[in-house]
């Protein structure tokens, strides 16, 4: 306030300084004030610093304000809002103040002006106020295509820029306000049954003034075949490369297709073409940056019946930066164990779905560390470094984006970064993905180990164990209420590595940031019929898609669906056809564990398997491998001499066989497998027929792991050569024991052992490996008898 008196008193002497001279010439004493008369009077200036000029108030804002000001003498000082008197304040002490309710404001622009009640002299400001939401209508456009890829959701809306966002059943869309209308990237509806689905959606502008939820009822009605019209190249509806390929199909050979750019089909002829047969491709060139509304007829078929639009984005420009970024879990600059860093930020509108990677390298190379999609001008990454050790160490971190066209930004640092030492899937909080009130074991991997367990149903009082030490095994349950046991959505915290299983279904492990994805998938084996799928993500709110290809026409389609809220855990019991691969998907990472039934849903204990991302090079013990996309190069590599297997065309509704693993004779399918594209390999071994694992990838490897239940044996590979040791409970470590070399020379062939302790490893027993490694073990305690990965750390 010093400051501003003083400035203010600056400003009198120059305005003085300005105009209170006349020059040496006379002047007529009538025509001076008071003040230039007599120096003594008292100065009537006076000036609002509260308010700032052009402050806006919203719903946010608080009810009330304070105009606040400096005058210089004094006296009454009257307030006006829009040149009416609104009231009056005391000069005291050089400052003024009257508190005002924002609710006397019109919507808009206001003046508020300050002055003496005896001087002509005033002080204007202009504010805002900002309370009313905008509106929008949505457009009932019928779907009447089944292989409906392309629908978009239109409407009206009254505020240019303002965020759209909604939901067509349960399918998340989002868009901005441009012109007066909006229009929603293309969804692929060609799951959805003719029926009538509801879509919603609200409208909310940069003040936070949201409308109220519209609602309109969305047909979908493909009785009477129709023309099919979807963009073929490029399929998204995005591009840059000045034209745009369109496909129509529910046509026949000499129908005439007309493209038009207005929704009439009256005007705006753009191409007139004729089919050569139940289907047509043809080109329409859009040179020009910007957005192009596609309207067709087909009048042999539907006489003047007007489809569309097909919305297409011609995008020229490479894309922006982020306005801001963040790091935490770990937090920048710090020193962790946790190698999933997770991003969060702020973009410009332009970018909303542009694909945003992080990088740990300056010149954006290489795999991304992280890879998410711009949605309401915010994104939230989840990366993950290495767990084998690989990249502890400083890291540093860079964002690139990839718009939906396919421009490429630059590569941008972020100022952020952290150092990671004594990492592994071990070291991460744990999420139970299953269980009510189900025993649940947990051994510890390092001394002065402290354990927070979070109950779901309980989270302000969590209960601790501890401190352990290295091997110990604990139960997890109430001290004072034994009975009161592990559910689902429960939260284990450690100070240290920790390896956590539960029983009942399968002997689940926890879901980890760690082993999270975008994109899972696995062989249906057997039981489609009563599998029980569990999603939860870690990161973000998640649009989630189970798919398979039903009708073997090489393409996923969509059997169930489901938006998973962060930290939430939604059950799907969906019907997958036995004897193919199948598919989840998500916009966000999420963990996925899968569980089935063999006697009709009566008990989920059978093939239980915590799904673990596809990756181009993994490693595990062998049955069938899977893709995530067509056209995969495949080379899986058994420890056995001469048990090599590979696919030049590995597509998504394939299975590569690398034979079922039997249990006498582990390390025989002890398996690496190495493709141009991401893939995951499934075990379900023989004997009891009820045990399932999965594969990992190498960077997910580790040194360091533990058991929490007995086992009949422990399953132990290696890429490369290396020794393991083994601690008993309450015994010194015994080692090195040399990992059996593969039988033949083929360098990709991993290395393996067979830990049995004579038919019994008791719960507490530590392994450990002088090269990072992958290891199972078979529960033969926890009831369900399951083979289940085990997660290490490497310190």
């Known amino acids: 306030m010093f400051t501003k008196l003083i400035r203010f008193y600056l400003l009198l002497i120059i305005t003085i300084g300005l105009y209170g001279c006349g020059g040496g010439q006379a002047e007529d004493p009538s025509l001076r004030s008071i003040n230039d008369i007599n120096p003594e009077a008292p100065n009537y200036a006076v000036q609002i610093t509260s308010p700032a000029n052009l402050t806006t108030y919203t719903p946010a804002s608080p009810t009330s304000f304070n105009l606040q000001g400096i005058c210089l003498a004094d006296g009454t000082i009257e307030i006006s809002l829009n040149a009416t008197p609104l009231g009056a304040t005391s ?55 089944s292989n409906q890829t392309s629908y978009a959701i239109q409407g009206t809306c009254s505020e240019e820029g303002a965020l759209i966002s909604g939901n067509l059943q349960g399918i998340p869309f989002s868009d901005r306000c441009t012109g007066g209308v909006f229009s929603s990237s293309p969804m692929d509806l060609s799951f959805l049954a003719d029926s009538t689905y509801s879509a919603s959606a609200q409208i909310e502008d940069s003040n936070g003034n949201l409308s109220p939820v519209v609602n309109e009822n969305i047909v979908k009605d493909t009785t009477s075949p129709l023309p099919s019209f979807a963009f073929f190249n490029p399929a998204n509806g995005f591009g840059n490369s000045g034209s745009v390929s369109i496909e129509v199909t529910n046509i026949l050979g000499g129908d005439d297709i007309f493209t038009y750019s207005d929704s009439s089909c009256s005007s705006g002829l753009l191409s007139s073409d004729t089919s050569g047969g139940t289907s047509h491709i043809y080109s329409l060139t859009t040179v020009t940056e910007g957005k192009y509304y596609f309207y067709f007829t087909v009048p042999n078929q539907s006489g003047a019946t007007c489809f569309g639009p097909l919305v297409y984005e011609e995008d020229l420009t490479a894309p922006n930066g982020p306005d801001t970024i963040s790091m935490s879990s770990p937090n920048n600059g710090e020193t962790s164990s946790d190698a ?85 899937l071990a070291n991460l909080p744990k999420l139970a993905m299953v ?51 592990v559910d689902a959505g429960d939260i284990i915290e450690s100070t240290g590595a920790t390896y956590v299983v539960t029983s009942g279904y399968g002997t689940a492990p926890w879901a980890s940031e760690a082993y999270s994805g975008k994109t899972f998938t696995s062989y249906q084996y057997r039981y489609g019929n009563d599998s029980k799928i569990y999603v939860t993500s870690l990161v973000a709110d998640s649009f989630v898609q189970i798919k398979q290809d039903v009708d073997d026409d090489g393409d996923l389609d969509t059997i169930d669906y489901a938006t998973v809220q962060k930290n939430e855990i939604v059950e799907f019991s969906p019907v997958i056809a036995d004897g193919k691969p199948f598919q989840i998907v998500s916009d966000y990472s999420i963990n996925v564990y899968y569980v089935s039934s063999s006697n009709g849903g009566t008990t989920f204990d059978k093939d239980a398997r915590v799904l673990t991302p596809a990756a181009t090079d993994i490693i595990g013990f062998s049955w069938y491998i899977t893709s995530i996309e067509n056209d995969t190069t495949v080379s899986a590599h058994r420890h056995q001499t001469g048990k090599n297997f590979s696919s030049n065309d590995l597509d998504i509704n394939e299975v590569l066989d690398v034979e079922r693993t039997l249990k006498s004779n582990l390390i025989d399918y002890a398996t690496r497998v190495i493709a141009d594209k991401p893939v995951s390999m499934l075990q379900i071994a023989d004997q009891d027929g009820v045990n399932a694992s999965p594969s990992l990838p190498l960077t997910m490897l580790a040194t360091h792991f533990g058991i929490p239940a007995n086992a009949d044996y422990i399953g132990i590979i290696a890429p490369t050569s290396g020794n393991y040791y083994y601690t008993l409970p309450g015994n010194a470590e015994v ?17 393996a052992a067979v830990f049995t302790n004579a038919g019994l490893v008791p719960a507490g027993t530590l392994i450990r490996c002088d090269t990072p490694c992958f290891m199972i073990y078979d529960d033969e305690e926890l009831g369900d008898e399951d083979e289940t990965l085990m997660m290490g750390f490497s310190p």
Do not use: M
């Open 735 to 751: 080692g090195p024991i040399a990992l059996t070399a593969p039988g033949n020379t083929d360098p990709n062939a991993p290395h």
């Open 340 to 424: 999933t860093p997770l991003f969060t930020g702020t973009i410009s509108a332009t970018e909303n779905g542009s694909e945003i990677q992080v990088f740990n390298n300056d010149t954006c190379t290489g795999t991304p560390k992280g890879v998410s999609n711009i949605q309401q001008d915010e994104f939230t990454i989840g990366a993950s470094l290495a767990l084998d050790g690989s990249e502890n160490g400083y890291n540093e971190f860079y964002v690139r984006l990839v718009d939906r066209a396919g421009n490429i930004g630059t590569c941008l640092a972020t100022n952020l970064s952290y150092t990671l030492s004594n990492t592994g």
């Open 91 to 145: 000069c005291s002490s050089n400052l003024f103040s009257l508190s005002i309710n924002r609710s006397i404001l019109n919507e808009g622009l206001n003046s508020l002006t300050a002055s003496y009640t005896i001087s002509s002299l005033t002080t204007t400001i202009l504010v805002r106020k900002d309370t009313t939401a905008p509106s929008l209508t949505i457009t009932a456009n019928p779907i009447n295509q």
């Open 435 to 485: 269980g009510v009130d189900s025993v649940t074991k947990l051994i510890s991997l390092e001394d002065n180990n402290e354990i927070t367990w979070i109950k779901k149903s309980d989270p302000n009082n969590p209960i601790t164990f501890g401190p352990l030490s290295e091997g110990d095994v604990i139960y997890i349950e109430d001290p004072i209420t034994p009975s009161e046991k």
